[in-house]
């Protein structure tokens, strides 16, 4: 079913009409799913916001809309070089920012496609984002994990922007979190999206950490970054591999601290890999309160993520009602 909003009204204050949305989730970072596949609704930032508002909306970190991919600004290129990259996952943070990626939000829109019938080119599923190509495949639950249905993909390449001397450094920046004494050094990792990484000498701290107020970033990233607190808690060989196991949470730019943040993961372990220096294992079971993503560090600074998605339902809005509020 497709987005019936009264478009010519636009999604502003004053639109009128249902939009038929579906509510999924990836570890608990939740979302709400829109099938806007002939690209006929102009999503503003105040309708994201009404539809993520867990008390007045549906209620999601954020809203992912799904779009033909010849409909969006970035469509033409991503179809020069992916032709099978049909869908395009345009992905709102909760307070109605664009986002580049959402690791978490990929497996659960390819879950959403499958289940819309829309997953039609056999084992592989080519999802178009703003961080480029993922492809997206199913994939065995590990040893010890407990959640349904698992999907992976090659998330691409990570960097870290501070370069060399981040790297042998292993930080670049300073991060101070209320709750936790003092400023601590921290590691910038992109993703696609922006993360500083920092890390905690154990759980206890971990917990101590107040996440409802933003942490505090020098140098102050010029777009924003998403803060990911980890705690190493050693290395163990799972389903063969020697596997790294990392505690982490997040708090996530657009929208406060999440239960999960994919992309988050991959720059927790990414960072925790680099600071371990050579010898580090290249599998990193990542636990977030939400529940456990996988990471496996690939040739090239490319990384694969692997997680759970659950689509747990769906529903009519009522978009006057929903603006009106
Ligand atoms: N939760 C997502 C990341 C969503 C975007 C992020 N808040 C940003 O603004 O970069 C994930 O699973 O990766």
Redesign the pocket.
């Known amino acids: 079913m497709t987005a019936a909003v009264d478009v010519a009204a636009g999604t502003g204050p004053g639109a009128t009409g249902t939009l038929h949305v579906t509510k999924g989730h ?1 570890t608990q ?1 939740d979302f709400v799913l829109l099938d806007d596949r002939d690209g006929r609704l102009d999503l503003s930032a105040a309708l994201v916001r009404a539809l993520a508002d867990r008390r007045a909306g549906v209620g999601g ?2 809203v992912i809309r799904l779009v033909g991919t010849q409909h969006v600004a970035e469509g033409a290129h991503l179809l020069q070089t992916a032709p099978d990259a049909r869908w395009f996952m345009d ?1 709102r ?1 909760a307070d109605g ?1 664009v ?7 990929v497996r659960v829109f390819a879950l959403y496609l499958d289940r819309l019938g829309l997953w039609d080119d056999g084992d592989e599923l080519a999802v178009g984002t703003r961080a480029g190509v993922m492809r997206v495949r199913r994939v065995a639950v590990p040893q010890d994990v407990t959640d349904g249905a698992w999907f992976a993909f090659d998330i691409g390449r990570w960097h870290l922007p501070g370069g060399a001397a981040a790297q042998s450094a292993g930080f670049d920046a300073e991060v101070t979190v209320a709750g936790l004494d003092v400023a601590r050094p921290a590691l910038s990792v992109d993703v696609g ?2 993360h500083s990484v920092l890390a905690l000498p154990d759980t206890a701290v971990l917990d101590a950490a107040d996440l409802v107020t933003a942490p505090r970033v020098e140098p102050v990233p010029p777009y ?1 970054t ?1 803060v990911e607190l980890v705690v190493p808690l050693g290395e163990s060989v799972v389903d063969g591999s020697l596997t790294g196991r990392l505690r982490m949470r997040v708090h ?4 406060g601290e ?1 239960r ?5 993961a991959v720059a927790a372990a990414m960072a925790v890999r680099t600071w371990a220096g050579p010898g580090a294992p290249d599998v990193w079971l990542v636990d977030v309160p939400g529940g456990t993503v996988r990471v496996t560090a690939l040739a090239d600074s490319r990384a694969e993520l692997a997680g759970p998605a659950v689509l747990v339902g769906e529903m009519d809005v009522d978009v006057t009602a929903l603006l009106g509020a």
């Open positions: 990836g970072n970190d954020g992905y943070n920012s986002a580049e990626m959402c690791g978490n939000g999206n922006p924003g998403n996530e730019r657009g929208v999440t999960s943040c994919g992309t988050g």
